[in-house]
């Protein structure tokens, strides 16, 4: 028997990203966003969602450009704190000690010790409610070598993501493989 | 010292959501969709892409409906093959022995062995290229009573979604407890 918990926004996994931009004095900032994910397999486009008081909002609108980076479970304190304060008053780079690096295909910067990022151009927004949709093209992803596997693909153990809990604000791991998909539920 | 990649459709964790719809002979289906996740708080809102190929599009469009349903580790087997067949050729809940249930909300069905369920109206859609991003407004969110915590939230450990990597087209679990959002960033 299921019980109605009401209008809630909750999912399980929602991930944890880290958008980074340029403001307009060119300062590198980064938001922690967990209202996203994959939304177009060609071309190859990303939603993340922000609301209009972001810092990182207007910044995008304006370089029309932004990276997604995915931090690691040993960054969970950083990729925390960047959702705490606003790169209006901080400069997060600095006070985490990343290493902001410009993106040499689109106007924004990524956390160089974060492994795996992707670097996009903002291709669509679409006002909602309290959050704006931006629809992100993926011109590049972009990877640490220590990560990738033999054949070249990241490995998401290596990258271990962090996943964000919605129901009680909490962070958790990625677990064991399960199986290969397209495959393992085959008759 | 970052390789590229391309521009390619990775990004970790991406969700595993049975997205539930009746056709136009109220046959109920389910498909298998990884491009989605929470777009907007208020209202509570959740995208979800499709390609305009597949049976449950039109489904939606026609319906203005539909339902996520988040299954657990234990029914990845399930997840996965409701992702390899169409709609128009099999009865999805037939094939795995889910149990259809009317959303008392919205015009669209459930499986009832899966404990977490959105239903969702349809608000926006945004055609971006193969995909089509559906916005659905979240007008309940269900749950066993099974995988409530005391407070009565559901607790992810115990609907213990799968988590899908597009880099190597697997499934994991969820991994463990990592800290409290909002909170362990702060110094």
Known sequence: MKKSLGPQCLLFPTPV???GSYDQEQKPNLMTAAWGGICCSKPPCLAVSLREATYSFSAIVKRKAFTVGVPGKH???EAD???TVSGRKVNK???TGFTPVKSDLVDAPYADEVVFVLECTLLHTLE???HT????EIIDAKSDTSVLKDDGSPDIMKIDPIIYDPAHQGYHGIGPFLGK???IGRK
């Open 17 to 19: 990203l880290l958008i």
């Open 75 to 77: 960054q969970v304190k």
């Open 81 to 83: 704190y960047i959702g």
């Open 93 to 95: 780079f600095a006070e």
């Open 128 to 130: 909602i409610g309290l």
């Open 133 to 136: 949709l931006f629809v992100g």
């Open 181 to 183: 998909a397209f495959s």
